[in-house]
């Protein structure tokens, strides 16, 4: 698998991820939850564009803001939901390859 179709790959996976996490989640801020839904829609804009070291550097700050959100309590799920903190890993860690 080349570089271009892992990173494709890795783009859609954590965006699946964290879309499925955002219906999880609650917060009286809906500026957080909104500023995290764009890089969400940035990434997939780029995405399009075939863009990829944008749209993945979206994704990841889509989750940076998640995780963090949840750190300060500022973001917390919903009732009945599990709290599931996800390590986010470099696409080099994930793939075992360097690319940089």
Same mark, same amino acid.
């Given at each position: 698998?080349?570089? #271009?179709? #892992?990173? +494709? &790959?890795?783009?859609?996976?954590?965006?699946? +991820?964290?879309?499925?996490?955002?219906?999880?989640?609650?917060?009286?801020?809906?500026? =957080?939850?909104?500023?995290?839904?764009?890089?969400?829609?940035?990434?997939?804009? =780029?995405?399009?564009?075939?863009?990829?070291?944008?749209? =993945?550097?979206?994704?990841?700050?889509?989750?940076?803001?998640?995780?963090?959100?949840?750190? !300060?309590?500022?973001?917390?799920?919903? $009732?009945?939901?599990?709290? &599931?903190? !996800?390590?986010? $890993?470099?696409?080099?860690?994930?793939?075992?390859?360097?690319?940089?």
């Amino acid at each position: 698998m080349g570089l #271009e179709s #892992e990173l +494709r &790959k890795e783009i859609k996976k954590w965006t699946e +991820r964290i879309e499925k996490e955002l219906e999880k989640v609650k917060t009286e801020d809906k500026r =957080f939850l909104a500023n995290i839904r764009a890089y969400v829609k940035d990434s997939k804009y =780029f995405l399009e564009k075939n863009d990829l070291i944008r749209s =993945f550097e979206a994704i990841i700050w889509a989750w940076a803001w998640l995780e963090i959100g949840r750190e !300060v309590g500022v973001v917390k799920n919903a $009732p009945g939901q599990g709290m &599931k903190s !996800v390590n986010v $890993p470099s696409l080099s860690k994930a793939s075992g390859k360097s690319y940089l």
